[in-house]
């Protein structure tokens, strides 16, 4: 078992740049990828960035240049630069862990003035 835990959401100005984190407890082994997904209210979770163990990266074409996504030992990134509006919404935090997949609770992402 593997607990994602998501942190660093808040309430943001359009323009405005936040960083969350995920941290991941409990039996980390055999992690093969972590990444971000978001979902608004009514709309389907989509997928925002997500970075397997050897380092590569995919992301959503509407984050590119803005959103970045790291790792570092059991943890992941997500630096959110020129946040807009449309970027409100839960973000999710998922670990893929031999065949398996493990959710975070969400972390609330608000871009309003």
């Known amino acids: 078992q593997v607990q994602p835990v998501e942190s660093g959401g808040g309430l943001v100005q359009p323009g405005g740049s936040l960083r969350l984190s995920c941290a991941a407890s409990g039996s980390t082994f055999g992690i093969n990828a972590m990444g971000w997904y978001r979902q608004a209210p009514g709309k389907q979770r989509e997928l925002v960035a997500i970075i397997s163990s050897g380092g590569s990266t995919n992301s959503a074409d509407s984050v590119k240049g803005r959103f970045t996504i790291s790792r570092d030992k059991n943890m992941v990134y997500l630096q959110m630069d020129s946040l807009k509006p449309e970027d409100t919404a839960v973000y999710y935090c998922?670990?893929?862990?031999?065949?398996?997949?493990?959710w975070g609770q969400g972390t609330q992402v608000t871009v309003s003035s």
């Open positions: 998922k670990i893929v862990r031999l065949g398996h997949d493990y």
